[in-house]
């Protein structure tokens, strides 16, 4: 690449994928090496569901520069400091998966080990009462974390509930500001190279013709350039996640904000619940295999809070990826290169691991093929390790009280899900990767969360005297619910750091 030809780069689609990644191409690649053209068309919908985050999110908007009080009140965004599940183990149970640790290690020793060392001399506490995110949740607080390590409150993150549709008009004018040029239009062809089989230009439907160097394929469930054009297969997961539809519609809020997303397991499926500042998301996604549609629409109905605000949209989707996610010259990004349900609240997370991969990786001409080699191995691990993360909520339940719960239940896992449950049950160990977005927390939150009891502990904790481990459990439960009873609520800290929207403003 030199200065006098810079790389065209044509984005096909808007949308929270389309506009994340123009606002990230214009902001991190020196603007002398690229031309960036985004291209969406308002006949085109977008799915605009995906309202929860993780808190790797911060750091994408850190990079970008947003000032986080301002992008909140834009996208009446709240702050997120886990996800409730409600009745996947049993009928009944609840827990919360943290965005934060158990515990503080102890003797070189990780805290799940002392907890479950303490179960067997009769402790009932639940590791629950030992997370400083799932306390403060549970009581509908929130504060940002402070840097003294010492403190409990400097032992978890946070993220962020926003309207995606918001979210992506924020991102569209910051991308535009930065060169991003953006042209209103349908996509009705798509020319391919003769000799090389690289996508060379598309049309729309006015006539106009757009060449480009590289293409970003954002055009959602469809992979209009990384499907339809150059073909390159699908690898569907649904025999291990059999969920394929699901129903949104947002509702006005009732009642206190909650500094967390829920999700209640329900006869086929489950019901998300995320709540904004000007109202709440709410979705059931379900299995048409054994449930049908005007039910799941129903049931969806019947379990929300208040009136919907909008007629409900339904959606169909496999879950799974695509074999390539960079073919030749394009590079799809969003729901054109996989989809794994929300249940986790990755998609957008995948959206911000392929940008910050390709950016890492961008092209030089002529392209070279190590790029997209590597590009796909670590966006395949990426994938795979979220996809297990959710397959272990289906399957790690007892609930037989339906054919769908069965089902999950007894069915086979990959077999590195298998291996690293095995691990677990055995004596409560969680391995590390380099790749994978989920950390021990997580694990042992579903984990514990859903009756996944290891069998034995780690046998190191012995070296720990009975009356020094029950003042070590003792004195962590009360440090941190002694902290969390000094932390504002969720309401009053959106307000005290001007994150909050005011409808009269």
Not at 4 to 10: A, C, F, G, I, Q
Not at 51 to 60: D, K, L, N
Not at 289 to 299: H, I, Q, R, W
Request: hydrophobic share 35%; glycine share 8%; with cysteine.
């Amino acid at each position: 690449m030199n200065a006098e030809s810079p790389m065209r780069v044509l984005i096909v689609g808007g949308g929270t994928s389309g506009w994340m990644t123009a606002a990230a191409l214009s902001r991190l690649l020196p603007p002398r090496n690229v031309k960036i053209q985004l291209v969406e068309s308002k006949q085109i919908g977008t799915v605009g569901v995906g309202e929860a985050t993780v808190p790797h999110i911060r750091f994408f908007n850190a990079k970008l520069g947003f000032d986080e009080a301002e992008f909140m009140k834009k996208t009446r965004a709240t702050f997120k400091l886990g996800i409730e599940f409600r009745n996947w183990s049993r009928i009944g149970d609840s827990y919360i998966h943290p965005f934060g640790a158990f515990g503080r290690d102890m003797a070189d020793l990780p805290f799940h080990q002392h907890w479950l060392r303490a179960r067997t001399s009769g402790l009932t506490t639940s590791i629950q009462d030992y997370s400083v995110p799932i306390l403060a949740a549970r009581h509908d607080k929130f504060m940002h974390p402070v840097e003294d390590m010492h403190s409990p409150l400097s032992t978890f993150s946070y993220a962020y509930q926003f309207d995606a549709s918001r979210y992506a008009d924020y991102l569209r004018s910051f991308a535009t500001t930065h060169g991003v040029q953006r042209t209103e239009g349908k996509i009705v062809d798509v020319e391919l190279n003769g000799e090389n089989g690289y996508v060379q230009s598309v049309t729309l439907e006015n006539g106009d013709r757009i060449e480009a160097d590289l293409f970003i394929d954002c055009s959602g469930f469809r992979g209009l350039l990384i499907e339809q054009a150059l073909k390159t297969g699908y690898e569907e997961w649904s025999h291990w996640l059999p969920c394929d539809r699901a129903f949104a519609a947002p509702c006005e809020t009732v009642g206190s904000l909650s500094p967390y997303t829920r999700a209640s397991a329900h006869d086929a499926g489950w019901f998300w619940r995320i709540p904004l500042q000007h109202r709440v998301g709410n979705g059931h996604v379900y299995s048409s295999a054994f449930y049908d549609d005007e039910k799941a629409l129903s049931s969806l109905l019947g379990q929300m809070e208040s009136a919907p605000l909008t007629d409900p949209i339904h959606l169909r989707f496999t879950t799974g990826k695509r074999r390539k996610q960079w073919s030749r010259n394009v590079v799809a990004i969003g729901l054109a290169s996989g989809f794994l349900e929300p249940l986790e609240s990755t998609s957008i997370h995948l959206i911000q691991l392929a940008i910050g991969y390709l950016v890492d990786l961008f092209p030089r001409r002529p392209f070279d093929p190590m790029n997209e080699i590597e590009f796909n191995r670590i966006m395949a691990l990426e994938y795979e390790r979220i996809r297990d993360f959710i397959i272990l909520h289906y399957h790690a339940t007892e609930r037989d009280d339906t054919p769908f719960w069965d089902y999950c239940r007894t069915m086979s896992v990959p077999d590195s899900l298998k291996e690293r449950m095995q691990l677990f049950i055995e004596r409560g160990v969680v391995p590390h990767y380099r790749e994978g977005m989920f950390l021990d927390a997580s694990w042992l939150a579903v984990y514990f969360g859903q009756n996944v009891i290891p069998r034995h502990y780690d046998p190191s904790c012995n070296r720990l005297e009975q009356e020094q481990l029950t003042s070590f459990m003792d004195g962590v439960q009360q440090e941190y619910s002694g902290a969390v009873s000094h932390m504002p609520t969720h309401e009053a800290s959106l307000r005290l750091s001007g994150a909050h929207h005011d409808s009269h403003e």
